[in-house]
């Protein structure tokens, strides 16, 4: 017996309460029970598996891998608001970097009670789309490739992203990035402006 397998132990049992939707349970180790007539060590764990969480996506396919890995109350073992806001972002990304760039997601919690704690995720996706091209004007200090290096949207491509990757989220911080690179060359006075444009081109979905 050593330190690092009686905490991976203890780790172990928490890890299969939280993969039983236990989130917030608690094990800790009570005392160490040493037996000297046999030489062994008898540890005693105290386990309090706290509410029942369960979590349901209404409206879109999400695997329950994807849900572990999306929503950090499953990180942080912990369920609160602004961990939930958190998590629809992270729902809203992840749909971007696939096909649905329209998709909007919120959350609403039940009733919790002593043994359960479920909510769930809505989420709304538009038809299928594809993020083509981003376009830059402001090219009289600086050339297109200088701005376009700092920006984090990306246009479809056969290697990189096969639908593109557009957010709206993304667009605002690439807006950010193009105003900061102005500034810190002396044009305090600079605005970013955009306009998505539906169909482009004439292409459905574009």
């Not at 005392?31 to 764990?45: A, G, S």
């Not at 999400?62 to 608001?81: A, M, N, T």
């Not at 479920?118 to 701005?147: D, K, L, M, V």
Request: overall charge positive.
């Amino acid at each position: 017996m050593t330190d690092n397998r009686l905490q991976s132990g203890i780790e172990n049992v928490r890890r299969y309460y939280q993969k039983h939707d236990h989130l917030l349970a608690t094990v800790t180790l009570s005392r160490l029970e040493h037996k000297e007539d046999t030489n062994t060590v008898i540890p005693t764990i105290s386990i309090n598996p706290g509410p029942l969480v369960k979590v349901s996506a209404r409206g879109a396919k999400l695997s329950r891998g994807k849900q572990r890995q999306l929503l950090p109350i499953y990180q942080e073992r912990s369920v609160d608001r602004s961990l939930l806001v958190e998590g629809t972002r992270n729902l809203v990304e992840y749909s971007s970097l696939s096909v649905y760039f329209d998709v909007a997601v919120d959350f609403d919690i039940s009733p919790s009670s002593a043994e359960r704690r479920p909510f769930s995720t809505t989420s709304t996706a538009g038809n299928g789309t594809s993020w083509r091209t981003s376009r830059s004007r402001a090219t009289q200090y600086f050339t297109e490739e200088t701005i376009r290096e700092r920006m984090y949207m990306a246009p479809a491509s056969i290697l990189r992203f096969r639908h593109g990757r557009y957010s709206q989220r993304y667009l605002e911080r690439d807006v950010d990035s193009i105003e900061d690179l102005y500034r810190s060359n002396g044009f305090r006075d600079v605005r970013v402006t955009s306009n998505v444009v539906d169909d482009y081109l004439g292409r459905n979905g574009d």
